[in-house]
């Protein structure tokens, strides 16, 4: 079964894309979100030469011809355009086995843990602490992540003395009976990211993602070193000789790939090994409610060291607007803070039509 062709629907934000082989069977895929409208350019430019006419079930070595063929170009654009290509194909392989993508990668649907993540840092400790106890009493949520530091803000923060108020205002309003985590987004030096970290320990926070520059593994190494609390990175990662050596050294203890920044479910599952093999939970990124959040639904069933939590990000339409319509129904439903993953062939959700038909259209074929 060869794949024919591979067609995209794009705008600024998101690029959807639809695999279809020569006997006519198809998949839904996405590249990671955000220039979206750039990443499809490169997908018909830089993957679609190189897997057209070849093996739709290949995807492990379709991955691996695309990563060669285009070696002069190993950076992060590469594998945005490769998790669009990458993820249509699971979803096509899963439609015509009538299975959802969670049992070809070994595990079965289920409900899972949710955690409701803040992306906001332009909210005052007590409106976070509000929106949060909030959704604790309405969806049932037992964990939340809110931010602390500014993002990439070299201790400087997002305003002075944020941090050291937000951090015991939200813990204490959701007091002890809920799972705490913060996320700095690059945000300290080692020196400042410990006396932070000392502070999380002391409101009984459990996970501190981010806390250095995520590309000076030595600095996170340091601040993981020097605490008790889980410290937990690699969200922005690719390359796979950096999450080798993240690992190898133990600059976190929990590493958190994202599914669509990675290049897809094929490439994802190699870094969730080599955790594996080093004893480290998995909890990946998911930080928007578009396709990215549901692939990772379906590899946290499957995989055997996945973490505690999905991360669930709680932002509507005033933070994302190009969410609006991106799927019929509510795939994300939260119930008793829990989300199900799909039990339907592939991912199991149906993008909306409306949505596609606004979207820049592109079209290559063998």
Request: glycine fraction near 10%; aromatic fraction near 10%; proline fraction near 6%.
């Amino acid at each position: 079964m060869r794949i024919a062709s591979l067609e995209t629907f794009t705008n600024e934000f998101v690029c959807f894309v639809k695999v279809t082989t020569d006997s006519g069977a198809i998949g839904w895929g996405q590249t990671s979100t955000y220039n979206a409208d750039i990443t499809t350019s490169i997908l018909h430019r830089q993957v679609a030469p190189w897997v057209l006419g070849g093996d739709a079930f290949d995807i492990d070595p379709l991955v691996s011809r695309v990563e060669e063929r285009e070696h002069k170009f190993p950076g992060s654009y590469r594998c945005r355009a490769l998790a669009g290509l990458d993820t249509a194909l699971w979803d096509m392989r899963g439609r015509l086995e009538g299975k959802p993508v969670v049992e070809l990668l070994g595990g079965r649907p289920r409900r899972l843990r949710a955690y409701a993540s803040s992306m906001r840092r332009d909210i005052t400790p007590e409106q976070e602490a509000a929106r949060f106890v909030r959704l604790r009493d309405e969806k049932g949520f037992d964990a939340f992540k809110w931010r602390v530091g500014a993002e990439c803000g070299h201790d400087v923060d997002e305003w002075p003395g944020r941090t050291e108020a937000i951090i015991p205002y939200v813990a204490r309003a959701l007091g002890p009976d809920t799972a705490k985590l913060v996320d700095a987004n690059s945000g300290f030096s080692p020196a400042r990211a410990i006396e932070v970290g000392r502070l999380l320990e002391a409101e009984g926070i459990s996970h501190y993602e981010e806390p250095c520059p995520y590309w000076k593994l030595e600095q996170t190494r340091a601040v993981t070193q020097a605490l008790e609390l889980d410290v937990t990175g690699g969200e922005q990662d690719w390359d796979l000789a950096s999450w080798e050596r993240m690992i190898a050294i133990g600059a976190v203890d929990i590493v958190q790939p994202d599914v669509m920044y990675m290049g897809g479910i094929a490439r994802t599952l190699q870094v969730a090994r080599l955790a594996e093999a080093a004893g480290m939970p998995c909890t990946p990124h998911s930080a928007n409610l578009s396709l990215v959040t549901m692939c990772t639904m379906h590899l946290l069933g499957a995989i055997p060291n996945a973490g505690k939590y999905l991360e669930l990000s709680i932002e509507g339409l005033d933070y994302y607007p190009w969410q609006d319509g991106l799927f019929l129904g509510d795939p994300f439903a939260v119930r008793d803070g829990h989300v199900t993953i799909p039990a339907e062939p592939g991912w199991g959700v149906e993008i909306n039509p409306r949505w596609l038909a606004a979207a820049s259209y592109r079209r290559s074929s063998a």
